[in-house]
């Protein structure tokens, strides 16, 4: 009896012992070193430091407008999507399959894609080229086209993590009871009607975790716009990258990953307070 009571917490040790070396110590190194100066003192200094580079405000502006257009416009296309697959009822595993390959690609993939279609020598000018839409081939991807810039990385960014969103919605919505959905039609409710007072009230869960995720994802995007913009496209990921490796600055990049996190956790209270899940549906 008194090795039962024990035994749950033998079984999620390895779990614990896990997350708190890969997770928790890398955690509160990096919150250390952005207040720690090289002389071992304990300052605001590398926080100041950022703040006051000709980076700082672009890389922020640039990061939150990313995901403030980004992160809408997935879940209202993985919303869609997954209405449309779950009234399917033939095809539809393959259909879930096509809109679920960007997952299977990696962020340098992805960004690699997108170059090779759309660098100025790349399959889009060679396309508009060839029907004369254009005469030369322009270049899209540098800081003298800044809004095409990033309208592309908007474009690579919706590509390739739509199908993670479209992945939690159409398993929350197979949580449903069809027996909700058939009662506001035996009542008069329109399709419309149903979507905004029982599926979606109900896909609140769903919602909510592909929010938190997806946002998450999106404040920390690197690889894609690194291939895409480069230097002329500076996000809050790129500036802790660079000062971390171009200007040997660790303190200054732990002060760009804490800021990076205190975003998420404002960002992420703002679903939970906003969306206010039930109880009984989390």
């Known amino acids: ?8 917490y033998y079984l999620i040790a390895p779990s614990l012992l896990f997350m708190g070396a890969f997770f928790l110590y890398p955690f509160l190194e990096i919150f250390a070193q952005a207040f720690t100066q090289p002389d071992g003192g304990v300052s605001l200094a590398n926080f100041t430091r950022i703040y006051q580079d000709f980076n700082f405000w672009p890389s922020l502006k640039n990061t939150l407008l990313l995901t403030g257009v980004v992160v809408p416009v997935q879940l209202v296309l993985a919303i869609g999507m997954a209405l449309m697959v ?12 096509i809109w679920t390959i960007p997952l299977g690609i990696s962020d340098l993939a992805a960004g690699i894609i997108w170059l090779a279609i759309l660098e ?7 396309f508009l080229s060839a029907v004369s839409v254009i005469d030369a081939p322009t270049s899209w991807l540098n800081y003298q086209n800044a809004f095409a810039l990033f309208l592309a990385v908007v474009v690579a960014e919706i ?7 479209l992945v939690i919605l159409v398993s929350g919505m197979g949580l449903i009871p069809k027996e909700y959905d058939e ?23 769903s919602i909510q975790s592909a929010l938190i995720l997806r946002t998450l994802l999106a404040l920390e ?17 790129s500036e802790t990258f660079d000062w971390q490796f171009l200007y040997q600055q660790t303190g200054a990049a732990s002060a760009y990953a804490v800021l990076i996190m205190l975003i998420s956790v404002v960002i992420t209270g703002c679903y939970l307070k906003f969306l206010n899940v039930p109880k009984e549906a989390r």
């Not at 590509?159 to 969103?165: F, M, P, S």
């Not at 419309?192 to 869960?205: A, E, N, V, Y």
Request: no cysteine; hydrophobic share 50%; proline share 5%.
């Open 1 to 8: 009896m008194k090795h039962d009571r024990w035994l749950p």
């Open 183 to 205: 009662a506001g039609q035996v009542f008069g409710a329109s399709y419309w009607q149903r979507l905004w007072k029982i599926t979606l009230p109900m896909l609140r869960p």
């Open 159 to 165: 590509w390739r993590g739509t199908a993670i969103v």
């Open 221 to 237: 995007v690197f690889a894609v716009v690194m291939m895409l913009g480069g230097s002329d496209m500076p996000v809050l990921m």
């Open 120 to 126: 100025q020598f790349g399959f889009l000018n060679s």
């Open 86 to 97: 779950t009234k399917m009822n033939k095809g539809r595993d393959s259909i879930l399959y």
